[in-house]
């Protein structure tokens, strides 16, 4: 089992650009979801799904597009990035996300926008 | 939005002395959990809390949930420096107001800044 895991590890947009950061889990987990982590703000949830093709939003949705159309695969695309948006990304899966569940977290990625 | 606040912020101290690092909140949460991070790694779980005064040990740390279930508390017995880290809380959010009942049940996780500790031999 690789668990959760995030690619790329690293990545440096220029301000406008696109890209999909990836996540992908091999525990056949149901619930996946995409947080990020800023100095002193702890980690915010971007999107959630709850199943193949069942998505919504966290507290910090604008600015993020997700789709789940496998139950292995929950990517996190960036339309038009923005230095806001210059974060460490951490996507996290559980069996069923009932809130007594253990959330396994991938190993992030770093995002810089110029 | 709810929030979580948890205090102190950064914590520094030798090894053998006792700590504790507090969450809290206004809101009502329907259990709370407790990470650890390590620097370049994801959080990894140290235990849930669901009933209002529970307490759960883990070796040498003691997690503690509110009775009204709005705040919580860690606290470690002689630290090491091992148990150096990050420490986050995070209070589970049930979504009553959604009528898809498959994202009413949906976890969705509000998180403390954190508490950064380092634990001096």
């Known amino acids: 089992n690789a668990g959760v895991t995030q690619t790329p590890k690293f990545q440096v947009l220029k301000t406008g650009q696109s890209m999909t950061l990836q996540c992908a889990q091999d525990m056949n987990h149901e619930y996946m979801s995409w947080y990020r982590q800023d100095p002193g703000m702890g980690l915010r949830l971007i999107h959630y799904?709850?199943?193949?093709?069942?998505?919504d939003q966290g507290e910090v949705p604008n600015g993020y597009n997700v789709s789940r159309s496998t139950t292995e695969d929950f990517p996190l695309r960036l339309l038009s990035a923005a230095p806001s948006q210059t974060s460490v990304y951490f996507c996290?899966?559980?069996?069923?996300?009932?809130?007594?569940?253990?959330?396994?977290f991938g190993p992030g990625t770093r995002l810089t926008v110029l | 939005t709810q929030l979580l606040e948890q205090s102190p912020q950064f914590l520094s101290i030798q090894e053998g002395e006792n700590l504790t690092v507090y969450c809290n909140s206004s809101s009502v949460f329907s259990s709370l959990q407790w990470y650890r991070q390590e620097p370049g790694e994801g959080p990894v779980l140290l235990v849930t809390?669901?009933?209002?005064?529970e307490v759960k040990k883990l070796k040498r740390l003691t997690f503690q949930f509110g009775d009204a279930r709005k705040d919580s508390s860690l606290h470690i017995t002689a630290a090491q420096p091992g148990d150096t880290g990050l420490y986050l809380c995070a209070g589970a959010d049930l979504r009553e107001d959604q009528r898809d009942p498959y994202i009413q049940g949906a976890q969705k996780l509000v998180f403390g800044q954190g508490t950064r500790l380092t634990i001096n031999p």
């Open positions: 799904s709850v199943g193949a093709g069942i998505t």
């Open positions: 996290a899966s559980s069996p069923t996300g009932h809130n007594t569940d253990t959330q396994y």
């Open positions: 809390v669901v009933t209002g005064g």
